[in-house]
Nanobody
Framework: QVHLVESGGGLVQAGGSLRLSCATS????????MAWFRQAPGKERELVAT???????YYSDSVKGRFTISRDNVKSTVHLQMNSLKPEDTAVYYC???????????????????WGQGTQVTVST
């Protein structure tokens, strides 16, 4: 059975940093797009960053230049380094994997078929 487990969330002051990690088990995902999404209260889940099997990345405009997604294809883990955090970054962050795609990028939440349980990130002023 596949499990994705996020860690690293917490409370941080504006301007601070956090590093999220997503550990997987049950199978390997070295070929598949891996991503981070977030969902703030009352808002839709949005793509934060995604990385394909070759390490090519995509970032939403709201986090570009501040967040960095990285992955370890051997361990099938994915990380999100978040710097210069802002109060508007407050949300539950989810890692996700599209195991049905081996090449290219996946940008739409509905196309990701494995999800973690989420980790809360709260940025205070």
């Amino acid at each position: 059975q596949v499990h994705l487990v996020e860690s690293g969330g917490g409370l941080v002051q504006a301007g601070g940093s956090l590093r999220l990690s997503c550990a997987t088990s049950g199978r390997t995902f070295s070929l598949n797009p891996m991503a981070w999404f977030r969902q703030a209260p009352g808002k839709e889940r949005e793509l934060v960053a995604t990385s394909n099997r070759d390490g090519i990345t995509y970032y939403s405009d709201s986090v570009k230049g501040r967040f960095t997604i990285s992955r370890d294809n051997v361990k099938s883990t994915v990380h999100l380094q978040m710097n210069s955090l802002k109060p508007e970054d407050t949300a539950v962050y989810y890692c996700a994997i599209d195991s049905r795609t081996n090449y290219g990028m996946t940008y739409v939440a509905s196309e990701y078929n494995y999800w973690g349980q989420g980790t809360q990130v709260t940025v205070s002023t």
